[in-house]
């Protein structure tokens, strides 16, 4: 008699054993998107629909304010999307069952790629999808800046002045076409990217970021967050700038080396920083270099219904072709 027989009459064990097999067969896989800054309505609109309509579960956490419900909200998920969110070796151990953890957006110094990879764990981002928007907003940041903080008092024009853009990439490359709508003569300084690429967009390329910011009246950072470049953006770079220099900030906070624009700023009355990133200091900026210093109380520069559809649903879709298909085309850990 085999060992089945014990539990089941034939044909319950026939329709349990098949039951089983179906389940396995057609697990639903759990999509979470976990965004301590929600994406607009809209744009979760349309992840579910990608999600959904591939047969997979959405979850959704939003505006959470602990790390606890971070992890406790990963324990079942199969695949992530994020934006600024951490994902750390604590995220990647509670998320057993995770495969796919897609950054909606660019810069994914937000997750510890090694930790990924020895959880077995693909991380991708979704790149281009947001950079219009932060390009929008950077040059926004501009235009404040150079009409000093809409206080009422005179200010100066965009036409005409010099833009630098340190890292022509996705946004890098917004910025310039976008600066050259207001007349701006753009140059810009990437070391990893051809000049051709530059020139054929209408921008001067330069050689060194020393003479980026020697050249410009305003510099926009582009740069991500690496070893390379943190606390790269000092005291002596920046002090390159002609008088009333501008540096615009829609990267990362910890590119810049906050003691040193500080002390910057003290010696130089005229010049102005402005951010999408809170500095770590930001009371002292605030304090010190009143109508020259501006920051966003959060993030902003992704922070449109437009760049949060492109970048969420472009993180969905992957999700369900990495699924479906093993495609690992936006991979960012090896
Ligand atoms: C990015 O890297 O894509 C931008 O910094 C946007 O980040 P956010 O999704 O947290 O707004």
């Not at 069952?97 to 997750?111: F, H, M, Q, S, T």
């Not at 770590?280 to 449109?304: C, H, I, S």
């Amino acid at each position: 008699m085999p060992y089945f027989s014990f539990h089941y009459s034939e044909p319950t064990r026939k329709k349990t054993v098949q039951a089983e097999f179906f389940t396995t067969l057609v697990h639903k896989m759990k999509v979470l998107v976990a965004t301590e800054k929600p994406f607009a309505k809209v744009a979760v609109d349309g992840i579910r629909k990608v999600v959904e309509g591939a047969g997979y579960e959405l979850a959704l956490l939003e505006k959470y304010t602990d790390k606890q419900q971070l992890l406790d909200a990963v324990v079942d998920a199969d695949a992530l999307i994020i934006r600024s969110d951490i994902v750390d070796a604590a995220v990647l151990d509670a998320a057993k069952k995770l495969k796919i953890v897609v950054r909606a957006g660019a810069g994914y110094d937000n997750i510890d790629l090694e930790a990924a990879t020895s959880h077995g764990v693909v991380a991708m981002n979704t790149p281009g999808q947001n950079s219009n928007a932060v390009a929008e907003l950077a040059l926004g940041l501009m235009v404040y800046a150079v009409r000093n903080l809409y206080n009422g008092t005179s200010g100066t024009e965009l036409k005409g002045k010099k833009l630098g853009i340190h890292a022509f990439g996705n946004v890098g490359r917004n910025v310039a076409r976008i600066a050259q709508g207001f007349g701006m003569e753009v140059y810009a300084y990437d070391a990893y990217c051809p000049d051709e690429a530059m020139v054929a967009a209408n921008v001067k390329p330069v050689h060194s970021a020393e003479e980026l910011y020697k050249s410009c009246d305003i510099v926009s950072l582009h740069i991500p967050a690496t070893a390379e470049t943190k606390n790269s953006i000092n005291h002596d770079l920046v002090n390159l700038m002609p008088k009333g220099g501008i540096l615009v900030n829609t990267a990362r906070k910890e590119v810049i080396d906050e003691e040193g624009l500080i002390a910057l700023l003290q010696e130089r009355p005229d010049m102005k920083y402005m951010t999408d990133i809170m500095p770590v200091a930001d009371a002292k900026f605030r304090t010190l270099f009143e109508g020259r210093y501006f920051a966003t109380p959060k993030k902003m520069g992704a922070q449109t219904a437009e760049a949060n559809i492109n970048a969420g649903i472009a993180a969905a879709k992957q999700i369900v072709d990495f699924i479906q298909n093993g495609n690992e085309r936006f991979r960012v850990n090896k």
